[in-house]
């Protein structure tokens, strides 16, 4: 029988398919606010915050995204699907899709991280991995600047390692590595130093391997030569200290990495030079992602999701490659289990939460009338959301579908 036909695969994808659910279902509750809103509009020439025309055809994406490149960054990928759905497609397409690539990402953790979709067990260690790292919001901004970038990123590294021999693949590797390279930096600046490792060490002997690696180094430099994204960087100022503070105390994933190594040595298992060894490109893409991250300075936790990626994927392979006690890893996993529900938890209680606050502000403004102040108040206690820095987006919103202006002001501050 076919290895995704058997019970136990079965069973994997079942819990897959759950979880896909699980991701829809938040999709579905988050309200969109921020950049999930500005995105509905085509972005300025000049200036980061984009004009008040709406996007209503394919053609407007392109042409803000034209701008896009020159005022705010260069995840031009990304931000085509993003303003795809902000724009014109809505938050039920979206959530719907959502739903599917998340099962995409944990089918691409086990296949890249060389699990086994016969191990029930490995499978819900890929599953508790991939709901350990830091809160992302579950809106196009970040699920597609992240999680489906991610996506790419895992499928360019499998072909990379495992390239077709035919030569008619070579371009379509090629065109796979500039997309896959132009997602999101913070995931393909990485890889793309584990890969040209490999090829200085003469592991890329074949013309796929070395189409994918040429066509993710131009991706990469395509997101480094946007203009925008200098501009942008230019304004960052984070203290040293704050952002070291930033960057070791926001991973969650790398630490269970460490801790698994630390296991492998202290039980004789494998020494650490030889679990490095054994993954070159990977450990040297998450050297790369620290250092780079250093370079530019923390200044948010989605910075380090190629960190967290990166240390899903060792965490599978080295599942996979080492002999284990299974109560060891039982108890492990239900430990992350644990963990696992109560953050699940909390992020679907604070999504009804801020739904409600939403939604209240929103009646209240659609009620009131031109030039009137409207306070939020965050209906889940004392703690203000969405805050100011999204308040004023959710007043482009109702200027733009209700023409009128609304003041909207935190309750606290009023």
């Known amino acids: 029988m076919p290895t995704i036909l058997t019970k136990q695969a079965r069973w994997a994808w079942t819990i897959f398919l759950l979880y896909g659910l699980l991701i829809a279902t938040f999709s579905a509750i988050s309200p969109w606010v921020g950049d999930d809103i500005e995105y509905a509009f085509v972005a300025s020439p000049t200036e980061t915050n984009p004009t008040m025309e709406r996007v209503e055809s394919l053609s407007d994406i392109v042409r803000s995204q034209v701008n896009h490149y020159q005022s705010t960054n260069g995840r031009t990928v990304a931000h085509v699907l993003v303003q795809g759905f902000c724009g014109l497609w809505g938050q039920a397409v979206f959530s719907i899709a959502n739903g599917i690539v998340a099962v995409v990402f944990l089918f691409l953790l086990?296949?890249?991280?060389n699990a086994?979709?016969?191990?029930?067990?490995?499978?819900?260690?890929?599953?508790l991995l991939a709901v350990s790292p830091f809160y992302l919001y579950y809106t196009p901004c970040c699920q597609i600047g992240f999680v489906w970038m991610a996506c790419l990123a895992m499928l360019a590294l499998w072909f990379f390692e495992n390239p077709p021999a035919h030569m008619k693949w070579a371009i379509l590797l090629l065109l796979l590595g500039i997309v896959a390279g132009w997602g999101q930096e913070a995931l393909t600046f990485g890889l793309c130093g584990g890969m040209w490792l490999q090829a200085v060490r003469g592991r890329v002997r074949t013309l796929g391997?070395?189409?994918l690696l040429v066509g993710f180094t131009i991706g990469c430099a395509l997101i480094a030569l946007s203009p925008g994204a200098w501009a942008r960087a230019a304004d960052v100022d984070v203290a040293a200290k704050d952002s070291l503070l930033m960057l070791f105390t926001r991973l969650r994933t790398f630490y269970v990495l460490l801790l698994f190594v630390l296991?492998?040595?202290v039980r004789r298992i494998a020494m650490p030079w030889r679990v490095f060894a054994e993954e070159p490109l990977l450990f040297f893409a998450l050297l790369c992602a620290f250092a780079f991250n250093i370079f530019i300075g923390v200044v948010g936790s989605r910075q380090l999701f190629g960190i967290e990626v990166f240390s899903m994927l060792l965490v599978l392979r080295m599942l996979n490659r080492y002999s284990l006690p299974s109560g060891h890893i039982s108890a492990v996993v239900g430990v992350l289990t644990f963990a696992a529900t109560f953050m699940l938890l909390r992020r679907g209680d604070y999504l009804i939460q801020t739904r409600r606050a939403y939604d209240r502000t929103m009646e209240l403004a659609?009620?009131?009338?031109?030039?009137a102040v409207v306070l939020h108040r965050y209906v889940g206690g004392d703690a203000l959301w969405p805050g100011e820095q999204f308040l004023g987006t959710m007043e482009k919103k109702i200027r733009s579908e209700q023409g009128k202006d609304v003041h909207l002001v935190p309750a606290e501050e009023w």
Do not use: H, K, N, T
């Not at 659609?366 to 030039?371: I, N």
């Open 116 to 127: 086994s979709i016969r191990s029930p067990q490995q499978c819900f260690v890929a599953l």
């Open 366 to 371: 659609e009620r009131a009338p031109d030039g």
């Open 110 to 113: 086990m296949f890249v991280g």
């Open 209 to 211: 391997a070395w189409m």
């Open 263 to 265: 296991y492998l040595a």
